[in-house]
């Protein structure tokens, strides 16, 4: 079983910011991949960053230049750091896994962490 743990979700005024950790834990699986993905009430959930085991990334056009996915592949722990935060990123952050588990491709999402921004 692979459980994901979120945490660094919060209250912030515009042009702060958040740091989101997302750590992997359970055994017999290797990481594909680990992100983050959005969804603000009414709206569809987004993707927001990935980066991959050989920490490739990839970034939403909303989030280049503010947000900066790392890992820490020791740890199987995913952060998202969030600069210049604006009220349009308030949303739920849901931190994602894409893993190779008992020989299959398994897609995981964590419990969701509520991020405001306030104008």
């Known amino acids: 079983q692979v459980q994901l743990v979120e945490s660094g979700g919060g209250l912030v005024q515009a042009g702060g910011s958040l740091r989101l950790s997302c750590a992997a834990s359970g055994s017999g699986f290797s990481i594909n991949a680990m992100g983050w993905a959005r969804q603000a009430p009414g709206n569809k959930r987004e993707l927001v960053a990935v980066i991959t085991s050989g920490s490739t990334t990839m970034y939403a056009d909303s989030a280049k230049g503010r947000f900066t996915i790392s890992r820490n592949g020791a740890k199987n722990t995913v952060f998202l750091q969030m600069n210049n935060l604006k009220p349009e990123d308030t949303a739920v952050y849901y931190c994602?896994?894409?893993?190779?588990?008992?020989?299959?491709?398994?897609?995981?999402w964590g419990q969701g962490t509520q991020v405001t921004v306030s104008s």
């Open positions: 994602n896994l894409d893993a190779i588990y008992m020989g299959s491709t398994m897609h995981y």
